[in-house]
């Protein structure tokens, strides 16, 4: 996916991408300090929110292959597996019971499959937004802030379900997140951005160990977050 010269004014903040590439089949990380439009561009590239101008090409990618999910999970006043199911439903995909079931049992929701979803626990809820939005099997998958303020063990089935996928059957993942440990682990590529524009593209070796950017050095500092030695 390739962003040109993309631009959304919002109040006094203004959305200024001049140029992003998103190579497909990679796990992508986006960072930067609050502020600096990361959840902006997210909602543009999800379809959710309108751009004043510019341009995205998505390389073949329609909506119906596109889905996100965010850290607060929007869930329907129904079943865990009406939810679960949902996807399928609306893209007129058959209901395949064993793959419910696969899923069901990855997010350890299998004995919760007939209980009212808004009854489960936030970490549940938030296992079951992000099964959800695999079991359609989509090709691109935004993830915002859906790493955040998870318990660890949420954390790491979140890490397993995204490098099991891109092992099995690599698709495309846009992450943001403040859990840098978290982006330095399952990311290919960390775009890092400023005043609403990606102003540095790198690996997370080069990214988070060896930066030269100093606004990037900057805002790693401020974390308190050490990835040396």
């Known amino acids: 996916m390739k962003i040109t010269d993309l631009k959304k004014q919002q109040g006094s903040f ?9 190579e497909a089949g990679k796990v992508h990380g986006i960072i930067g300090a609050n502020g600096s439009g990361k959840t902006t561009l997210s909602k543009i590239i999800m379809g959710t929110l309108p751009y004043d101008s ?6 073949g990618l329609t909506d119906r292959d596109i889905t996100m999910t965010g850290q607060r999970p929007y869930l329907m006043h ?21 793959l419910v079931d696969y899923w ?29 939005a695999l079991i359609f099997k989509p090709k691109l998958v935004i993830v915002d802030e859906t790493l955040s303020n998870l318990d660890p063990d949420s954390a790491d089935l979140f890490e397993r379900l995204i490098l099991e996928q891109q092992q099995k059957d690599p698709i495309t993942w846009i992450t943001i997140s403040h859990q840098l ?14 005043k609403g524009n990606i102003i540095e593209k790198a690996t997370p070796q080069e990214m988070f160990v060896n930066p030269t950017n100093p606004s990037v050095i900057k805002y790693l500092a401020s974390t308190e977050v050490s990835f040396k030695g």
């Open 14 to 22: 203004l959305l200024n991408v001049k140029n992003a590439q998103f």
């Open 54 to 59: 510019g341009s995205i090409d998505y390389e």
């Open 78 to 98: 129904t079943s865990v597996y009406n939810n679960l199911i949902y996807p399928l439903k609306v893209r007129n995909r058959r209901i395949d019971e064993n």
């Open 104 to 132: 069901l049992e990855k997010a350890g929701l299998q004995d919760k499959k007939k209980q009212y979803a808004l009854s489960l626990s936030s970490g549940e809820q938030q296992k079951l937004s992000f099964i959800r």
């Open 181 to 194: 440990v978290h982006i330095r682990k399952i990311c290919d590529m960390v775009h890092f951005m400023e």
